[in-house]
């Protein structure tokens, strides 16, 4: 089929990478890019961290739009979808290939009072402003942005408080265990963190806790996570499975539609099960197997996950995707600066008995040649020597058997 017009939902990374890796493959027919934000494509990471902070105050791309013939809609969201035709709040537009890569939207709580969430620019802007000594900050939720943005306000002098349903940070993402090694970061950086502390409503003035509970704050930010922004397809027949499910060449459901991005969530035979990946790592490499795969090729998107953050004066670095069940070992102190946790897989033999394990992910903080060396271990699937793995004298690179 001869491609003539791609249509890119979504004007964040991963729609304008999309529309770079098109033109760098010889893509020469019509292009547009649809974006609900006013803004042009910008960066999401430093937000909640330099940004936020002030030592930076723009993320923009930098894009050159106008050299790669992109018609860019601007405050223009998508509201739904028909055969072969994207629809806008302002028009229609038909399309060969449909590239959808709209995002995620923040999760709000309950309740009447005044709540902030952090996921656009503008967003992050009016939150910097409010920022103060001695302001009263609470912050729900201890993952990642809430751990960024706790970091970043204490440096402006505020008072701040991070509530965590859970019974560690970053539960969700890595798991108890994992999470309780920060717990001595936040008092060490004068931030309170309550811990299975789950929130009623977010009412003025503060907080509504379980029990009549009550914690005043001068500002609310909500950091539980997102939810893909996938409600403007309902009703098209694209199948939607925690966001736009797509095989292992990124394409949905319906024939000459694909997805890419914090809205995708694709096959992953590395890891055996279907994976969605908000992180910006997804937004810059999933879009060239997306190009691809719109002029004809057949390629397949099988990333070993990655993210960073900057939290509290350490650099944490993720890679993989561990599963409840696998084993957990350590390198280095974890009450030190710098350490590193692993998770391990056994993998078995064609007769049922165990082969070996392997490494599913990596946890490194400010050890960023484990990371590095991890993550190519986890690509390749190398079975590895546990004994070895836990000395942090040894580099990953040499824990292999054999």
Partial sequence: MRIGYVVIAGAGLAGLRTAEELRTRGYQGALTMIGAEPRPPYDRPPLTKKFMTGEIDDTSLRADLDALGTDLRLGEAATGLGEGVLRTGKAEFGFDALVIA??????????PGPQRVLRTFDQAAALRSALRPGLKLAVVGAGWIGAELATSAAKHGCRVTVVEAASAPLAGALGAEAGARTVPWYAAAGVELRLGQPVESVEPGGLALPGGGWLAADEVVTAIGV???????????????????????????????????DCAAFVSRRFGRRLRVEHWDSAIHAPEVVAANILGGDER??????????????MVQYCGQHSAGDKLLWRGD???????????AGDRGTEGQLAGE????????????????????????TAVDPVRLADPAVPLRDATLG
């Fill in 334 to 344: 974890t009450g030190g600066r710098d350490w590193t946790a692993c998770w391990l």
């Fill in 358 to 381: 392997r490494l599913t992910a990596v946890l490194a903080v400010s050890r960023p040649r484990d990371l590095l060396q991890g993550r190519r271990l986890i690509a390749a699937g």
């Fill in 102 to 111: 709209t995002g995620a939207t923040p999760v709000r709580l309950p309740g």
């Fill in 301 to 314: 998107y099988d990333p070993v996950p990655y993210f960073w953050s900057e939290q509290f004066g350490r």
């Fill in 227 to 261: 939810r893909p922004e996938v409600g403007w397809l309902a009703g098209s027949g694209v199948l939607l499975e925690n966001g736009v499910a797509v095989d292992e060449g990124l394409r949905g459901s319906v024939p000459g539609i694909f997805a890419a991005g």
